[in-house]
C-alpha cells in the first residue's frame, strides 16, 4: 500500500489560510469516509485534528477543518497562528490487510 | 486522561528480536482496538499493525507481515508487539496508539519508544 501523496510543505503569515491536500485513491481516501488528520510537533507524539473526514474531536479549536472530494482530501487551517507550525499528516481506512495508510506529511510554516 | 506508556525499545543486531509493550490506563482498555505505528527518524508516519477490542482481528503492513505479531492481555491492559528478523530499515519511534474504532483514527497517542536495528 503506497503512502498517501502530500505536499512536502506549505506556508502562511499569521492570521492567512492554508490548505493540504491528500491525495490517494479509490481504494483508500476515494472509497471510505474514515480519513483523519494528524498534527505533530518536533518531538512531540502526534495529535488526531480530524476525524471522518470532516469531524473534530473535543477541544480541536474549529479553525481546523476537513474536506474531500474524489480521491483527494483537504486540511485547512484558518487564522493561522505561531503555535500552528508543525507537520501534518493525513491518514484513510483502506478495507485491505494493510487497514490504513498514512499521508507523506506536510511541514506547515508560519512565516 | 488516557494514558499509553510503551517500553522495550532499545539497540538489536540485524535478525534479531524484540518485544515492546504498552500499559494503558485512563479508559476502558477491552473496549478498544489499538494500533502500532511508527515513525523513522526524520520521516513520517508508518501503520504497522491493528488488533481489535477482544484480539480476534489482527492486521500488519505488509512489509511486517510475518515478522512481527500484535497481541493484547486485556486482564492486565498491555498491548504487545513481538518483532523477530528486525532489519535496519525497521529503526523507528514505535507509537502505542488507542483507536476510536478498528481500522479508524488513532485518538490518542503514547509517547513512543526507540528501536535501533544496527551492528
Known amino acids: 500500500q503506497s503512502a498517501l501523496t502530500q505536499p512536502p510543505s506549505a506556508s502562511g503569515s499569521p492570521g492567512q489560510s492554508v490548505t493540504i491536500s491528500c491525495t490517494g485513491s479509490?481504494?483508500?481516501?476515494?472509497?471510505?469516509?474514515?480519513v483523519s488528520w494528524y498534527q505533530q510537533h518536533p518531538g512531540k507524539a502526534p495529535k488526531l485534528l480530524i476525524y471522518?473526514?470532516?469531524e473534530r474531536p473535543s477541544g480541536v479549536p474549529d479553525r481546523f477543518s476537513g474536506s474531500k472530494s474524489g480521491n483527494t482530501a483537504s486540511l485547512t487551517v484558518s487564522g493561522l497562528q505561531v503555535e500552528d507550525e508543525a507537520d501534518y499528516y493525513c491518514?484513510?481506512?483502506?478495507?485491505?490487510?494493510?487497514?490504513?495508510?498514512f499521508g507523506t506529511g506536510t511541514k506547515v510554516t508560519v512565516l | 486522561d488516557v494514558q499509553l506508556l510503551e517500553s522495550g525499545g532499545g539497540l538489536v543486531q540485524p535478525g534479531g528480536s524484540l518485544r515492546l509493550s504498552c500499559i494503558a490506563s485512563?479508559?476502558?482498555?477491552?473496549?478498544?482496538?489499538m494500533t502500532w505505528v511508527r515513525q523513522p527518524p526524520g520521516k513520517g508516519l508508518q501503520w504497522v499493525s491493528a488488533?481489535?477490542?477482544?484480539?480476534?482481528?489482527?492486521n500488519y503492513a505488509d512489509s511486517m507481515k510475518g515478522r512481527f505479531t500484535i497481541s493484547r492481555d486485556n486482564s492486565k491492559n498491555t498491548l504487545y508487539l513481538v518483532m523477530k528478523s528486525l532489519r535496519p530499515e525497521d529503526t523507528a519511534i514505535y507509537y502505542c496508539?488507542?483507536?476510536?474504532?478498528?481500522?479508524?483514527?488513532?485518538?490518542?497517542w503514547g509517547q513512543g519508544t526507540l528501536v535501533t536495528v544496527s551492528s
Open positions: 479509490s481504494s483508500d481516501v476515494g472509497g471510505y469516509n474514515y
Open positions: 488488533i481489535s477490542e477482544r484480539g480476534g482481528n489482527t
Open positions: 491518514s484513510s481506512y483502506t478495507g485491505g490487510n494493510n487497514l490504513r495508510v
Open positions: 485512563g479508559f476502558t482498555f477491552s473496549s478498544y482496538a
Open positions: 471522518e473526514v470532516t
Open positions: 496508539v488507542k483507536d476510536r474504532r478498528f481500522g479508524s483514527e488513532s485518538d490518542s
